[in-house]
């Protein structure tokens, strides 16, 4: 059945292709194949429903201008999961205790194999012009981003930038979600989206979704987010 799913479609590949970039002064992981049948999971998320995972202020444009939101789904199950978050961990010199995993994995450590948190964004109005871009801001330690749209060409994925602003307001993601080179930010590097393929790097580097024209207005870009 074509909208019957089963935790087959989910798994991830036992091995992997790894490109090691070095980017100022940090390193990026690339890593190609991370599921065994992404196309599976594309369909998937096809049919969830965009359902935001932050408050929607009075001044917020999201479920107006956008619909952003992020869809969970419980894939700890999965040892070879675990063995690719453990590599990337061992890469960053990240040290996590405790923690288990399997089928009986309810109770598994959200740092040692997190949830998988896959973000939707789609477009409800044009997009304002190709001096904007979408919100720059921060995140934990270590980024890991899969990029699951099949058909959208390498230029959808990340960008990276360097700031000179001391107060870039990372609470406005939804308020004033585009900004403009005048507002103190500076695009560095622009990962690619390729399909099934993850980009790791530092969270602490300002970046933000690579929102290329009006694409993501006819189809909603799906990324898998996970923070360590």
């Not at 740092?111 to 964004?121: A, G, I, T």
Request: charged share 25%; proline share 5%.
């Amino acid at each position: 059945m074509e909208n019957f799913f089963t935790m087959d479609d989910f798994e991830v590949n036992s091995t992997w292709k790894v490109h090691i970039i070095p980017f100022q002064k940090i390193l990026i992981l690339y890593i190609h194949d991370i599921y065994k049948n992404p196309y599976r999971v594309y369909e998937y998320l096809k049919q969830a429903p965009i359902k935001t995972h932050k408050d929607v202020t009075k001044d917020s444009v999201n479920g107006k201008d956008f619909a952003d939101g992020q869809h969970l789904v419980d894939n700890r199950w999965d040892v070879s999961r675990l063995h690719l978050y453990d590599k990337i961990r061992e890469f960053y010199g990240i040290t996590v205790e405790g923690g288990q995993v399997g089928h009986g994995a309810a109770n598994t450590d959200d740092h040692l194999v997190p949830f998988s948190r896959y973000n939707q964004f789609r477009l409800n109005s044009d997009h304002p012009g190709e001096d904007k871009f979408f919100h720059p801001h921060q995140d934990n330690i270590i980024n890991c981003c899969t990029y699951l749209n099949p058909d959208v060409g390498d230029h959808a994925g990340t960008v990276l930038y360097s700031t000179e602003s001391s107060d870039p307001c990372d609470e406005l993601e939804h308020e004033k979600p585009w900004r403009t080179m005048d507002d103190g930010f500076r695009p560095e590097l622009s990962i690619m989206s390729k399909f099934n393929c993850m980009a790791v790097f530092p969270g602490q580097i300002y970046h933000g979704q690579n929102i290329v024209g009006n694409h993501f207005k006819e189809q909603t870009r799906f990324t898998e987010v996970v923070f360590f």
